[in-house]
T-cell receptor, first 113, second 109 residues
Framework: TAGITQAPTSQILAAGRSMTLRCTQDMRHNAMYWYRQDLGLGLRLIHYSNTAGTTGKGEVPDGYSVSRANTDDFPLTLASAVPSQTSVYFC????????????FGPGTRLTVL | GQNIDQPTEMTATEGAIVQINCTYQTSGFNGLFWYQQHAGEAPTFLSYNVLDGLEEKGRFSSFLSRSKGYSYLLLKELQMKDSASYLCAVRDGDYKLSFGAGTTVTVRA
């Protein structure tokens, strides 16, 4: 079972360039999430989607955008990357937003120079 | 914002018991989760508490007191593979997860 996949595994990006991090789940989960993890700060929610066609802002949404065209895919786009966006990005999903456990993908390590 | 506190680091000996405390102040409460995260890997689900009391799952147990805003994760019969970061997360009134910074547990032989 694939569960949640993320691509790429890692990426080095020049400041000012755009980048889309991909996330796909095959569990037919309704809710999906994007987090960033920085040393000493823990996981912080960037954007979320409770169901296909809807998205919402999390704790740290600035500089990021998302879309949810279908149930399986939830891409995260950095329109113009800055060094402070250097982080490890995790995608997660759950059956629903209110009662179920969130399950995490393997992560993408992004370095912005 | 949400406030979730847990110790930064803990060290214990193989075979021993370690208790990781978590205190929280959040806007609403809809459950508390513990995740395990090995270095360079994704967080994996360990336990969930929504009512007061102790939940036991093999060598791992988790306790919740909602009135005190307090939880702990108890790891028994420690093994070397238990060396990892343990994340406390609270689902708030908006059903969003807020995470603590994590507790790195080192198990020594």
């Amino acid at each position: 079972t694939a569960g949640i996949t993320q691509a790429p595994t890692s990426q080095i990006l020049a400041a000012g360039r755009s980048m889309t991090l991909r996330c796909t789940q095959d569990m037919r989960h309704n809710a999906m999430y994007w987090y960033r993890q920085d040393l000493g700060l823990g996981l912080r929610l960037i954007h979320y989607s409770n169901t296909a066609g809807t998205t919402g802002k999390g704790e740290v949404p600035d500089g990021y955008s998302v879309s949810r065209a279908n149930t399986d895919d939830f891409p995260l786009t950095l329109a113009s990357a800055v060094p402070s966006q250097t982080s490890v990005y995790f995608c997660a999903s759950s059956v629903d937003a209110e009662t179920d456990t969130q399950y995490f993908g393997p992560g993408t390590r992004l370095t912005v120079l | 914002g949400q406030n979730i506190d847990q110790p930064t680091e803990m060290t214990a000996t193989e075979g021993a018991i370690v208790q990781i405390n978590c205190t929280y102040q959040t806007s609403g409460f809809n459950g508390l989760f513990w995740y395990q995260q090995h270095a360079g890997e994704a967080p994996t689900f360990l336990s969930y508490n929504v009512l007061d009391g102790l939940e036991e799952k093999g060598r791992f147990s988790s306790f919740l007191s909602r009135s005190k805003g307090y939880s702990y994760l108890l790891l028994k019969e420690l093994q070397m593979k238990d060396s990892a970061s343990y994340l406390c997360a609270v689902r708030d009134g908006d059903y969003k997860l807020s995470f603590g910074a994590g507790t790195t547990v080192t198990v020594r032989a």
